[in-house]
């Protein structure tokens, strides 16, 4: 497996623990690896769209990671979206989190939504991170899977328009530590959280 991710999220990979995840929790995470897998298998386009309700922390850090797994285990022909219930902003301190990580974040417009180009490697596409709603027009129309990230969104969406697949994998927001002394070490816990479990569902795939 030849894989050319920037230093600080490869030593990250490499200390990803799948066996930390339940038995109960893999039973969740499995229609998104079944969903992936069909893709494969058919030669079609995989297209995932995480959706958490302001499409500002959860969903971003899922998207990021899921291109990311991606790439790292070759798995062709990944195209990985992020929206919200509603725009709002992707919050300063996922994006710092990211960074933290190891990946590249630049800030390539600011104002009230700040939009990001975010890099895992020296010549892979940057991801372009900013809050948009899940039927942006940066997003596809059809033929993906919805990923509900928060149990708000999960509720609030009961049908998502033009998916082929809905399947609620939630996590705790980190938010709720806000302008608190844990709030760094919190998202990093929600981001690794992410990764690895995005990284037990690629390394199940059969290329």
Not at 35 to 47: C, G, L, P, V, Y
Not at 162 to 187: C, M, S, W
């Amino acid at each position: 497996m030849i894989s050319t991710l920037f230093t600080g999220i490869q030593n990250i990979i490499k200390v990803l623990n799948p066996d930390t995840i339940t038995a109960e929790r893999k039973a969740v995470l499995q229609p998104l690896a079944d969903f992936i897998q069909t893709k494969i298998s058919n030669n079609e386009a995989i297209r995932i769209n995480f959706i958490c309700t302001h499409n500002s922390r959860r969903s971003h850090l899922s998207q990021v990671w899921a291109q990311t797994m991606a790439f790292h285990f070759n798995i062709k022909n990944v195209f990985c979206y992020s929206g919200g219930t509603e725009a709002t902003a992707l919050f300063p301190v996922a994006a710092k989190t990211l960074q933290n990580s190891g990946f590249q974040v630049l800030t390539i417009s600011e104002g009230k939504n700040p939009i990001y180009a975010i890099k895992y490697a020296e010549n892979a596409h940057p991801i372009i991170g900013f809050s948009k709603k899940l039927d942006d027009d940066f997003n596809p129309k059809s033929e993906f899977a919805a990923i509900m990230t928060c149990d708000s969104a999960n509720e609030a969406c009961p049908f998502v328009p033009g998916a082929e697949k809905r399947i609620p994998i939630t996590f705790e927001d980190p938010k709720a530590f806000d302008g608190t002394p844990l709030q760094l070490e919190k998202y990093n816990e929600r981001s690794l959280q992410i990764a690895t479990e995005l990284f037990y569902v690629f390394s199940q795939l059969k290329a």
